[in-house]
Each structure stands twice: as C-alpha cells, then as structure tokens.
C-alpha cells in the first residue's frame, strides 16, 4: 500500500530477484494488483526459477492450449488470418507438446517436415522459428544453440505446464480452472500432440478420483460428487468413475442425478466404443431405480 500510496518503483538495497517473488506472491494473493503488475513491468522483473503455476503475472507471452488454442501478446490477443503463419504456430505448438526446452532440431523437423531432406529441412526449420519469434515480439522468447530449440519459461506462460505444476503440487482447484479441455483438441492428426494431451488426462483424472475416494472414506458424499462429475467431465466413458459418482448420488437420493449420469454414460460409450455399460453398472442403476 506505502509503495502505491508513494509510487515507489525502486528502493535502497533493491534486488530484482527478491522483489520478483515478493511480487509473484502479491500477485497470487490478490494484493495491490494493478501497483505490483505496473512494477513488474516498469522494472522489467523476471522470476528465477520461473513459476508457470501464477498466471497472474505479467508474462510477456502466454499460449493457451487446453481446449482452444491462442496466443496472447502483452496482454493482447494475437488473430491469425494468414496461411503464412501456420508453419510457425505449427513449430510453437510442437515445442510445448515435446516439453519446451532443448528439443532437439531433429525432432522437430522429422514432426513438421517429414518430407524434406538434409539442408532443406534445417532451412525450413531455420525460417519457421524467424517467423515465430517476429510473432511473438520478444527475441528472447525462443532459446535455440547447439542443436537444440526451447522456449524461455521467463517470458513465455503455457497452460499445460502450469496445470501440470499445479497437479505436482496438489492445487486441484487451480487446475480444474485451467483445464479447458485437451491439450489442442482441433488438431487430432499431430501425433506428436497425443503424449501430452493423455498424460495430462490421466494426472488430472487420477488426482480428482484420488481425492474422490478420500471423501467416499469420510462419507462426505457431496465433496466426492463433485470430484467425480469433474473426473467424468474429463473422461466421459471412465465406466468406474460413473459408477463412483451414481453410488454418490444414490447416498445423497438424487436418483434424477444418478438417472443423468447412466444416460450421459450409455450415450458416450455407445458413441465411441459401440457399447453398452458393463453388466455391473446396469445392475447398480437397477437396484437404484428399484429402490
């Protein structure tokens, strides 16, 4: 407040990467936003280590992936209306899904261009990161030397990593708001984009049906519920995890929620795995309506 009230944006003794914590943490609390996002910036403050779980910093660059995707510039939302940038992005997206830092130039140009050989391949590569790094308005955002690509965890923001910090560190609620829904589910033909998207399915799925069952182990049945709609929303055919939520409903006598849950449950298995539900759950949603 004394640093607003005052317009301070320096002081004796100052130290860029302790006030940076100090502001990552103010960030995180709420505390005197727009004075502690004006300080940042006027100080150009970056974190070490860099902690992708706040997103309410001031990144230079953030990159959404989970169920849309977009890239945010300074706070500003880049639009792509030329084919010219679809190489680039391409590149951007590949990056994030092979892990951001130090991917080898290899690997890259045998995910993009499969096609090419030798020189021509490097060339393209070479051209495409250019591109992107004009994109994005910060030279520093992208790390290339000794074979090797990356992006810089101090000035770029990606939600995939930060939900896969949060998940490391049990901050369940932050996640589920981050997820969106998979890792770049528009574009189904990238292999690459598959280890990603599943790991980040299964950690997630995992750590709400983890915390579901401690609830069921207290016999708080609306907290599970709620753990287990998140963790069907997820995975619409995880049969277990239905069958979880259904006896939830069944101890709260929601019958109309549990009747939801089987029909939602039929209609996506039936959708993708040509399928009825297990003999086991229809025995369970049987006894639910008889009772």
């Not at 990552?24 to 505390?31: F, H, P, Q, T």
């Amino acid at each position: 407040m004394l640093g607003r009230q005052g317009g301070y944006s320096i002081t004796y003794g100052w130290r860029p990467t302790v006030m940076a914590r100090l502001c990552a943490r103010a960030l995180e609390a709420g505390i005197e936003v727009d004075y502690v996002d004006g300080l940042v910036r006027k100080r150009r403050l970056l974190l070490h280590p860099p902690s992708v779980e706040i997103e309410a910093w001031p990144w230079p660059v953030r990159v959404y992936t989970l169920g849309n995707f977009a890239v945010v510039r300074d706070d500003r939302p880049l639009t792509f209306t030329h084919k010219v940038q679809r190489r680039p992005l391409e590149l951007l997206k590949a990056l994030i899904a092979f892990g951001g830092r130090d991917v080898r130039e290899d690997v890259l140009v045998d995910a993009l261009w499969p096609e090419a050989e030798g020189d021509a391949a490097h060339r393209a590569l070479t051209a495409a990161l250019h591109r992107l790094r004009r994109l994005l308005g910060h030279n520093d955002a992208l790390v290339r030397r000794e074979g090797r690509v990356g992006i810089n965890p101090s000035m770029v923001w990606v939600d995939a990593w930060a939900v896969e910090r949060l998940l490391q560190r049990a901050h369940t609620e932050r996640a589920i708001a981050l997820y969106r829904g998979a890792f770049l589910p528009q574009e189904p033909d990238y292999a690459w984009a598959i280890p990603l998207r599943d790991r980040l399915a299964r950690r997630l799925l995992h750590q709400l049906t983890a915390e579901a069952q401690a609830y069921v182990a207290q016999r708080q049945w609306e907290a599970a519920a709620r753990r287990l709609e998140q963790a069907l929303s997820i995975d619409p055919c995880a049969e277990d995890v239905a069958r979880a939520l259904i006896g939830a409903y069944k101890e709260l006598g929601r019958t109309s929620d549990a009747d939801r849950v089987y029909t939602a449950l039929r209609g996506s298995l039936q959708a993708m795995r040509g399928a009825g539900p297990a003999r086991e759950t229809q025995d369970l949603w049987q006894s639910l309506r008889a009772g």
